[in-house]
DNA sequence: GTACTCTCCGTACATAGGTACGGAGTCAAG
DNA sequence: CTTGACTCCGTACCTATGTACGGAGAGTAC
């Protein structure tokens, strides 16, 4: 019970656009697969799966380039990989997470300053943005 | 005592490259200066200090394009205008922390699956991607 | 068999923010 | 006066991740 569908069902299966399918296939992220009669590319519900996973991976913050990187892993290593991987992720999203408070707290900061000194004169968050 | 100086001085003295000093011209975000002799670019100190506005307006989330409308500003409203696109950047910026936290917390579930499950088979990070 | 949809392909375009190139002119030091 | 560093300009290129186009062929519904 292979069931076997065209890239535009396929597309739609993995909610992404047909020509993000091709995409995906010309940079290697994707088997082409068989093209049976006419030409026309023929998947199957494991290449849905790819495109899943994908599009999950991308949501964790890998780059389609890690994303060839995991799906090429294969044997008893795979699990250290992966796992560094990950982690070196995980610093990623940390630092960037940092960065983002500190920016929060900046515009926080610029936004009450803004709101406090209702007064004429230059408007202290370009101010600040010039001193900084 | 204007201290003027050429546009690589320039760009040393606000650590960034020459060539984004001329696409920062090019695309309005600053003044074309004076060309006297030569036709060597004449920046002042006034330069200076708007290219480190356009730096630190980047790092706390402004496009360049928002940028360009805040170098724009003058006039009473100016404080109203700049509170409400700090704002709007605030909510981004909350957004995106909380995208990163949900992230964050992902990464670090899938890590510590594979660190428990020290055994043969399928890396659970791979799994977990596949199924997500 | 006609109409409509889908797929094929290669290529160009899009965003944002720069970076690089190359040949010519200019400036400052010695 | 020569040498080396700096600047001029327009244009092309870069990363990452797709999107769009357009003409031709194939599949499908009625």
Same mark, same amino acid.
């Given at each position: 019970?292979?069931?076997?569908?065209?890239?535009?069902?396929?597309?739609?299966?993995?909610? &992404?656009? &047909?020509?993000?399918?091709?995409?995906?296939?010309?940079?290697?992220?994707?088997?082409?697969?068989?093209?049976?009669?006419?030409?026309?590319?023929?998947?199957?519900?494991?290449?849905?799966?790819? &495109?899943?996973? +994908?599009?999950?991976?991308?949501?964790?913050?890998?780059?389609?380039?890690?994303?060839?990187?995991?799906?090429?892993?294969? *044997?008893?290593?795979?699990?250290?990989?992966?796992?560094?991987?990950?982690?070196?992720?995980?610093?990623? &999203?940390?630092?960037?997470?940092?960065?983002?408070?500190?920016?929060?707290?900046?515009?926080?900061?610029? +936004?009450?300053?803004?709101?406090?000194?209702?007064?004429? *004169?230059?408007?202290?968050?370009?101010?600040?943005?010039?001193? *900084?």
């Amino acid at each position: 019970m292979k069931s076997r569908m065209t890239i535009g069902k396929l597309a739609e299966a993995a909610e &992404v656009g &047909v020509e993000t399918i091709r995409f995906y296939q010309r940079s290697g992220l994707l088997q082409e697969p068989d093209r049976p009669l006419s030409g026309y590319r023929e998947y199957t519900a494991e290449d849905a799966r790819s &495109v899943r996973f +994908i599009k999950r991976a991308q949501t964790l913050g890998f780059s389609l380039n890690d994303i060839a990187g995991l799906l090429k892993l294969d *044997g008893p290593q795979t699990c250290s990989i992966t796992h560094d991987l990950a982690l070196a992720k995980l610093h990623l &999203v940390e630092d960037k997470i940092a960065d983002l408070e500190s920016i929060h707290d900046a515009l926080r900061q610029m +936004i009450r300053q803004c709101e406090l000194k209702q007064k004429r *004169g230059t408007c202290p968050i370009i101010e600040s943005l010039v001193q *900084g």
